[in-house]
């Protein structure tokens, strides 16, 4: 825990000086505190006439001057403890939103192999739930949790020298305090662990239901996934309880003991009293620092219930924080600018989990403005091959150029501001259609969106929208219906103006009447630009300039569409199966008896 809560205070950035400037503040809090018991306990002293057993030459006769001196000390109680209160609240909300920012931009930019490992739901629980742990244990450590321990710390040096033998009643309700609390720490670590672990399983339940409440309602689902819902709930307060009991206790005894320390001081000061080895003053100075003794102490063991309440909150939020990007800028990467487009698969490979190859000893060259298409089964390296150009991944051997550059030498954003992307599963943000389509574009004026949703095919359904460019697309663009929502994706491709482009199954989404006057739009978008076309539709690259036939990662066939067709070999067997109703595509071409698939 103290590992993790250094963590905490080294998150505070920028904001450390004025960090700086509050801990000494509470430490003068600290000091200040004390003058009031000390203070009431002379002013008892000097009016019943009685010496105190320390310091006994420098006993003021008079009342007045210690006050006074209450007074001033009171006043700046106050005032400090007010200044403090606001500057810990500035701080605490500032730093919050600076690091939930920074996490922000953090896990946006890990690679996409962790997010396909991580459910959004719980990186979502994990951002805010670890911002919000970092904001209240910032705010209660400026606040009071530092004054206390500091109170401690300045409480029991003072309290020996006024009279020892009362001291060590408030030493001994430390100790025991101590103990339990060590004790309760050891024994709930694990089970606070497996509470946080419940509370991310009830997060990404939670949020996969709603992603797929479509799926839910037709298969009328509701009843199940809230008792799926109330099932993880259930567990999680299982798990809740026995923790919060222990703690519970804690404070039982916490308040028991100092109930008992402070009968226990009434009982021994009058007795030392009889001896003439304390004075009343003293007896009440020792309860109140008894009482001041039993605050701190409720303030400690809030602080330490805090910090072990938080500590597996802000584990997983320093993990996903401490994550290192797979793919990143190399220190001496350049920002290209524009490029032509000229890509070139030099002998590469790669592997996701070290053993079996996604792709091996991949090598062609796309001259700019040639359509080169990716065609295969599923799982026959297609998408990695693509995925490794705009280096979502970097081989493990071989090298990708463009324009000559080894890829891995320029920026990520150099690198992705020359690549458009058309995804086969449209995606879109829950906002408007301009604001979607300016993805492409941030400074795209109208005139030129609705120039690129023209090519598109998008702007008789943009038209008929009552909002036009404003009218909102929905989370995931389920305002629109799947062709919409494609032509969209590919307005937003076209607005970028990227020279190199990629399309992966960008037609799926379209009826056949959009789909062929989508292609012609793209025939023409396409000219000299370097597109690659991941296909399972063998009739949209029918007019590519070559054409990759992958299996387990290696490329077996290349060349034009006709070239492979009269070859009669892999893909010529996917044309017939495919066009197998139309003349079986080429005279001379048998069908075959089985049916590949892609």
Same mark, same amino acid.
């Given at each position: 825990?103290?590992?993790?809560?250094?963590?905490?205070?080294?998150?505070?950035?920028?904001?450390?000086?004025?960090?700086?400037?509050?801990?000494?503040?509470?430490?003068?809090?600290?000091?200040?505190?004390?003058?009031?018991?000390?203070?009431?306990?002379?002013?008892?002293?000097?009016?019943?006439?009685?010496?105190?057993?320390?310091?006994?030459?420098?006993?003021?006769?008079?009342?007045?001057?210690?006050?006074?001196?209450?007074?001033?000390?009171?006043?700046?109680?106050?005032?400090? +403890?007010?200044?403090?209160?606001?500057?810990?609240?500035?701080?605490?909300?500032?730093?919050?939103?600076?690091?939930?920012?920074?996490?922000?931009? @953090?896990?946006?930019?890990?690679?996409?192999?962790?997010?396909?490992?991580?459910?959004?739901?719980?990186?979502?629980?994990?951002?805010?739930?670890?911002?919000?742990?970092?904001?209240?244990?910032?705010?209660?450590?400026?606040?009071? @949790?530092?004054?206390?321990?500091?109170?401690?710390?300045?409480?029991?040096?003072?309290?020996?020298?006024?009279?020892?033998?009362?001291?060590?009643?408030?030493?001994?309700?430390?100790?025991?305090?101590?103990?339990?609390?060590?004790?309760?720490?050891?024994?709930?670590?694990?089970?606070?662990?497996?509470?946080?672990?419940?509370?991310?399983?009830?997060?990404?339940?939670?949020?996969?239901?709603?992603?797929?409440?479509?799926?839910?309602?037709?298969?009328?689902?509701?009843?199940?996934?809230?008792?799926?819902? =109330?099932?993880?709930?259930?567990?999680?307060?299982?798990?809740?309880?026995?923790?919060? #009991?222990?703690?519970?206790?804690?404070?039982?005894?916490?308040?028991?003991?100092?109930?008992?320390?402070?009968?226990?001081?009434?009982?021994?000061?009058?007795?030392?009293?009889?001896?003439?080895?304390?004075?009343? +003053?003293?007896?009440?100075?020792?309860?109140?620092?008894?009482?001041?003794?039993?605050?701190?102490?409720?303030?400690?063991?809030?602080?330490?219930? #805090?910090?072990?309440?938080?500590?597996?909150?802000?584990?997983?939020?320093?993990?996903?924080?401490?994550?290192?990007?797979?793919?990143?800028? @190399?220190?001496?990467?350049?920002?290209?600018?524009?490029?032509?487009?000229?890509?070139?698969?030099?002998?590469?490979?790669?592997?996701?989990?070290?053993?079996?190859?996604?792709?091996?000893?991949?090598?062609?060259?796309?001259?700019?403005?040639?359509?080169?298409?990716?065609?295969?089964?599923?799982?026959?390296?297609?998408?990695?091959?693509?995925?490794?150009?705009?280096?979502?991944?970097?081989?493990?051997?071989?090298?990708? =150029?463009?324009?000559?550059?080894?890829?891995?030498?320029?920026?990520?954003?150099?690198?992705? =501001?020359?690549?458009?992307?058309?995804?086969?599963?449209?995606?879109?943000?829950?906002?408007?259609?301009?604001?979607?389509?300016?993805?492409?574009?941030?400074?795209?004026?109208?005139?030129?969106?609705?120039?690129?949703?023209?090519?598109?095919?998008?702007?008789?359904?943009?038209?008929?929208?009552?909002?036009?460019?404003?009218?909102?697309?929905?989370?995931?663009?389920?305002?629109? #219906?799947?062709?919409?929502?494609?032509?969209?994706?590919?307005?937003?491709?076209?607005?970028?103006?990227?020279?190199?482009?990629?399309?992966?199954?960008?037609?799926?989404?379209?009826?056949?009447?959009?789909?062929?006057?989508?292609?012609?739009?793209?025939?023409?978008?396409?000219?000299?630009?370097?597109?690659?076309?991941?296909? @399972?539709?063998? #009739?949209?690259?029918?007019?590519?300039?070559?054409?990759?036939?992958?299996?387990?990662?290696?490329?077996?066939?290349?060349?034009?569409?006709?070239?492979?067709?009269?070859?009669?070999?892999?893909?010529?067997?996917?044309?017939?199966?495919?066009?197998?109703?139309?003349?079986?595509?080429?005279?001379?071409?048998?069908?075959?008896?089985?049916?590949?698939?892609?």
């Amino acid at each position: 825990m103290i590992r993790i809560y250094t963590r905490v205070l080294q998150l505070l950035g920028k904001e450390r000086r004025l960090g700086w400037v509050l801990a000494a503040a509470n430490l003068l809090l600290a000091g200040a505190q004390f003058a009031e018991p000390v203070l009431f306990g002379r002013i008892i002293d000097v009016l019943s006439g009685n010496k105190s057993t320390a310091a006994l030459n420098a006993e003021p006769t008079s009342p007045w001057p210690l006050l006074a001196a209450w007074v001033g000390f009171g006043l700046f109680t106050i005032v400090c +403890g007010a200044v403090v209160a606001l500057n810990a609240d500035r701080l605490a909300h500032r730093q919050r939103q600076a690091v939930l920012t920074d996490y922000f931009e @953090h896990i946006m930019q890990l690679p996409l192999t962790f997010h396909t490992g991580t459910h959004s739901g719980r990186l979502m629980k994990v951002m805010l739930q670890g911002t919000d742990a970092l904001w209240r244990l910032w705010l209660g450590f400026f606040r009071e @949790h530092f004054a206390a321990i500091a109170s401690l710390l300045v409480l029991l040096p003072l309290s020996i020298y006024i009279n020892w033998r009362l001291a060590g009643l408030l030493a001994i309700l430390c100790i025991v305090f101590t103990v339990l609390t060590t004790l309760v720490v050891r024994k709930t670590s694990g089970m606070q662990s497996e509470v946080e672990e419940h509370y991310g399983d009830l997060s990404a339940r939670a949020s996969d239901a709603l992603g797929n409440v479509a799926l839910v309602q037709s298969f009328t689902r509701v009843d199940a996934e809230v008792q799926g819902l =109330r099932n993880v709930a259930g567990q999680l307060l299982a798990a809740q309880i026995p923790v919060l #009991s222990w703690w519970a206790l804690v404070s039982v005894m916490t308040r028991a003991s100092t109930t008992i320390t402070v009968l226990a001081i009434f009982t021994v000061g009058i007795a030392l009293n009889q001896q003439g080895l304390t004075t009343v +003053g003293e007896i009440v100075m020792f309860v109140s620092f008894a009482t001041m003794l039993i605050q701190r102490l409720e303030q400690v063991v809030a602080f330490i219930n #805090s910090v072990f309440m938080e500590a597996p909150r802000l584990r997983e939020f320093l993990n996903v924080l401490d994550a290192v990007p797979a793919v990143r800028d @190399h220190i001496d990467a350049i920002d290209p600018g524009r490029l032509s487009g000229m890509v070139e698969f030099d002998n590469v490979s790669f592997s996701y989990d070290g053993k079996r190859p996604a792709i091996e000893d991949l090598s062609f060259v796309a001259l700019p403005g040639q359509t080169i298409a990716l065609v295969g089964a599923t799982g026959a390296g297609k998408s990695t091959a693509i995925a490794l150009l705009h280096r979502a991944f970097d081989p493990q051997s071989g090298i990708i =150029r463009i324009d000559g550059m080894d890829v891995r030498g320029l920026t990520l954003a150099g690198l992705r =501001r020359n690549i458009g992307v058309v995804f086969q599963e449209a995606l879109l943000f829950n906002r408007s259609i301009a604001d979607n389509l300016r993805v492409g574009k941030p400074d795209a004026t109208e005139e030129e969106m609705r120039v690129a949703a023209t090519r598109a095919q998008a702007m008789d359904f943009i038209d008929r929208s009552e909002r036009g460019f404003e009218t909102n697309a929905g989370e995931r663009g389920r305002m629109l #219906s799947g062709g919409e929502r494609q032509r969209l994706s590919i307005a937003r491709a076209i607005l970028k103006n990227p020279p190199i482009l990629i399309l992966d199954e960008a037609t799926s989404a379209l009826d056949a009447v959009t789909e062929a006057k989508l292609n012609a739009a793209l025939d023409e978008v396409m000219k000299g630009r370097t597109t690659f076309v991941i296909a @399972h539709r063998l #009739s949209t690259i029918r007019n590519a300039t070559r054409i990759l036939v992958f299996e387990n990662g290696r490329v077996i066939e290349s060349g034009t569409f006709d070239e492979l067709v009269a070859q009669g070999g892999h893909f010529a067997a996917l044309a017939t199966a495919q066009f197998m109703v139309q003349e079986n595509v080429r005279a001379g071409m048998a069908v075959t008896d089985a049916e590949p698939t892609l």
